[in-house]
């Protein structure tokens, strides 16, 4: 089992930053892809960002250019910076661990999300 903890969420005005943390149970960085996923009201859970074992980096349309995810193997935490923050980003965010098992399964760990939002 692999518990996962989001910080760093809150209200914040448009063209500001933030920076989410996620804290894992335990040291799974080189065998799981990390991400982070966020969900608006209304809407259907989507990615912002993963990281895999070996370190490839993969975004969003939407948040490209303006969000980094990255992890510090040390402390078992993964980051995820966002800058030029607009309306359109308020969501949970969550942070996610997944391992692919078979072609047909995975092993899938969710946090339990943090909130941003971003208002004027």
């Known amino acids: 089992q692999v518990q996962l903890v989001e910080s760093g969420g809150g209200l914040l005005q448009p063209g500001g930053s933030l920076r989410l943390s996620c804290a894992a149970s335990?040291?799974?960085?080189?065998?799981?892809?990390m991400g982070w996923y966020r969900q608006a009201p209304g809407k259907q859970r989507e990615l912002v960002a993963t990281?895999?074992?070996?370190?490839?980096?993969n975004y969003a349309d939407s948040v490209k250019d303006r969000f980094t995810i990255s992890r510090d193997n040390t402390k078992n935490t993964l980051y995820l910076q966002m800058n030029s923050l607009n309306p359109e980003d308020t969501a949970l965010y969550y942070c996610?661990?997944?391992?692919?098992?078979?072609?047909?399964?995975?092993?899938?760990?969710w946090g339990q999300g943090t909130q941003v939002t971003v208002s004027s």
């Open positions: 996610n661990a997944k391992r692919q098992l078979t072609p047909t399964s995975s092993s899938n760990y």
């Open positions: 335990r040291n799974i960085f080189n065998i799981y892809t």
């Open positions: 990281i895999t074992s070996g370190g490839r980096t």
